[in-house]
């Protein structure tokens, strides 16, 4: 029985570590297992002037490319390669002729991804009308770029694009292919305000911008701006002299505030110590005249006990009913008075 129960644990023991092993070199086959085929791309438009339009193929999250194939009608058009790999690429399609667009991307070891969705070109006739790009600048020297397009479509989304200047000086500009910054407005607004961004060196600093509407399941694309240059400001700016529009108001209010509630405070202590000096002067007044009627009621209650002797003769006794009964001293009198018979 010992030997059975002996071949059986280690039956079981060798089983159990054979099935571990097996799962360990699964998972390091999974992982070192390049896979056949990567996750699809995405393909979408961004700009676009009259004549071309601008593509990007997205790798997904935490894939990169070093070869990205743009493909219409299921023939390849395009090509981007960057050996060290990146997550996206850009191609730059000229308007007309239609046709179905789409992309993948292959890694660095030579694995290919699947197709991205079919994309259809935005080919509109009519560009929407251009907006206006305007400089703006508040008295605290704060400056920011204002894009208003056009009252007719509200709730756009706006791009503010920082163009390459190719001419050495001239408005000769040629549009990057990213926007420097994006804003989607709500349906109230037909006007964007972009902060102004960091410029380096003295020279000017050419901006444009363009909007956005989707009318229908298609996005429609308004004309750039015309292009706007912006300099740097050589120093602070100088103080307005045109009223007060460069009064620091949030400080005047702040210094009346101020001055308001120390005269509050300043009254309120006035009020408490002049209540506290009637105060002690009614207590004083009191004690003065508690003391005084203490004084006259001792006065009242003096009175002088002596009496003169009296000598009465017999005759005087006897016929004692005709004297009037006088009292010898009025009990109520407050005056000491001597009685004299």
């Known amino acids: 029985m010992l030997i059975v129960c002996i071949d059986s644990c280690l039956s079981l023991w060798m089983y159990t570590l054979l099935c571990s ?37 997205q790798a997904p999250e935490g894939h990169l490319g070093t070869n990205f194939t743009l493909f219409r009608d299921q023939k390849p058009v395009a090509s981007v390669v960057n050996q060290h790999g990146t997550e996206t690429a850009q191609y730059t399609v000229t308007v007309g002729g239609g046709g179905l667009y789409c992309c993948l991307y292959q890694n660095n070891h030579g694995v290919y991804s699947g197709f991205s969705q079919y994309l259809t070109l935005n080919t509109q006739q009519h560009m929407l009308p251009a907006p206006t790009l305007s400089l703006q600048e508040d008295a605290g020297g704060v400056r920011r770029l204002a894009c208003t397009g056009s009252a007719a479509f509200p709730g756009s989304v706006f791009s503010l694009y920082q163009p390459y200047q190719v001419d050495g000086g001239g408005p000769l500009l040629l ?22 961004p960091v410029q380096e060196g003295p020279s000017a600093t050419w901006y444009r911008c363009q909007y956005t509407v989707l009318l229908g399941q298609d996005w429609s694309f308004s004309e750039h701006s015309q292009p706007l240059a912006v300099s740097t400001p050589r120093g602070p700016t100088p103080p307005s002299t045109t009223g007060l529009s460069g009064v620091d108001w949030p400080l005047v209010l702040g210094s009346i505030s101020a001055v308001v509630m120390f005269c509050c405070a300043l009254a309120l202590v006035g009020v408490i ?5 009637q105060a002690v002067a009614k207590e004083k007044k009191k004690r003065e005249e508690a003391q005084f009627w203490t004084k006259v009621r001792a006065k009242d209650h003096v009175v002088d006990y002596t009496l003169r002797p009296v000598s009465l003769d017999c005759q005087d006794w006897a016929d004692t009913s005709t004297v009037p009964r006088t009292p010898l001293w009025n009990a109520l009198s407050t005056f000491a008075t001597q009685i004299s018979l």
Do not use: G, M
């Open 175 to 196: 549009l990057p292919t990213d926007p420097t910054a994006t804003q989607r407005i709500p349906v109230t607004r037909h006007h964007a305000v972009f902060p102004l």
């Open 273 to 277: 110590a002049y209540r506290k000096v």
């Open 21 to 57: 092993a097996l799962q360990h070199w699964n998972r390091v086959l999974s992982s070192t297992i390049t896979p056949r085929v990567l996750p699809a791309p995405e393909l979408k438009q961004t700009t676009r002037t009259r004549d071309r339009v601008v593509l990007i193929c």
